[in-house]
């Protein structure tokens, strides 16, 4: 299946802790993001690796670190993980300098 | 950098009738206008898109129309149905940002409820 996937779905944790949330896609694209999608539902860029370098940094916590191991994978290490982290994550990809985005299934994080 | 304005944030619609809604963009560069449909749960997922050099594109009972002199462009659905509710975003891109890829900014979304 052509896709791009996330692991885990659900995520429940404690202040404080420390986790990862990975991403993977198989369509051969160059470019790789994350959105953060609070109870809102506004959809927040919060990184984008073309080719495995960093292109697009916003204003995230430096609690948050993006890593791209290949093109193909773009993970997300969170530390000291607070309350307000609680939302769900998006991955998504594009076919480099074209526009249209796919999305992940999402990561629902909850911190308790 | 692009700001998106969307509107309304929620709609309501009788089964059958019409819905609009409307986006504004603040960067006149911005040249790929895409839409998302987010079901409750589920991921955002593209359901049309139009090109700075097209004013208007069709896809069965969606379409979308772009002005760019006023810098908006709209998503019509005809002919409603329960299936349609979702949450609508709007988005706008420039051509470049960084190295060789294009950056999104989303609008806030619009809730449709299609009421049976």
């Known amino acids: 299946d052509t896709a791009v996937s996330q692991t885990p779905k659900y995520l429940v944790t404690q202040m404080g802790n420390d986790k990862s949330i990975k991403c993977e896609q198989n369509?051969?694209?160059?470019?790789m993001y994350w959105y953060k999608q609070d109870s809102k539902k506004f959809l927040k860029i919060m990184f984008s690796?073309?080719?495995?370098?960093?292109?697009i940094n916003e204003t995230v916590p430096n609690r948050f670190s993006p890593k791209s191991p290949d093109k193909a994978h773009l993970n997300l290490h969170i530390n000291s993980l607070e309350l307000g982290d609680s939302a769900v994550y998006f991955c998504a990809s594009s076919p480099g300098r074209a526009e249209t985005q796919y999305f992940g299934p999402g990561t629902r994080l909850l911190v308790l | 950098g692009e700001n998106v304005e969307q509107h309304p944030s929620t709609l309501s619609v009788q089964e059958g009738d019409s819905a609009v809604i409307k986006c504004t963009y603040s960067d006149s560069a911005s040249n790929y206008f895409p839409w998302y449909k987010q079901e409750l749960g589920k991921r955002p997922q593209l359901i049309i898109d139009?090109?700075?050099?097209?004013g208007e594109k069709k896809d069965q009972r969606i379409a979308v129309t772009l002005n760019k002199t006023a810098k908006h462009f709209s998503l019509h659905i005809t002919e409603t149905q329960p299936e349609d509710s979702a949450v609508y975003f709007c988005a706008a891109s420039n051509a470049y940002s960084g190295a060789g890829s294009y950056q999104l900014t989303f609008g806030k979304g619009t809730k449709l409820s299609v009421i049976p």
């Open positions: 690796y073309n080719n495995k370098e960093l292109i």
């Open positions: 369509l051969g694209h160059d470019t």
């Open positions: 139009i090109r700075s050099n097209v």
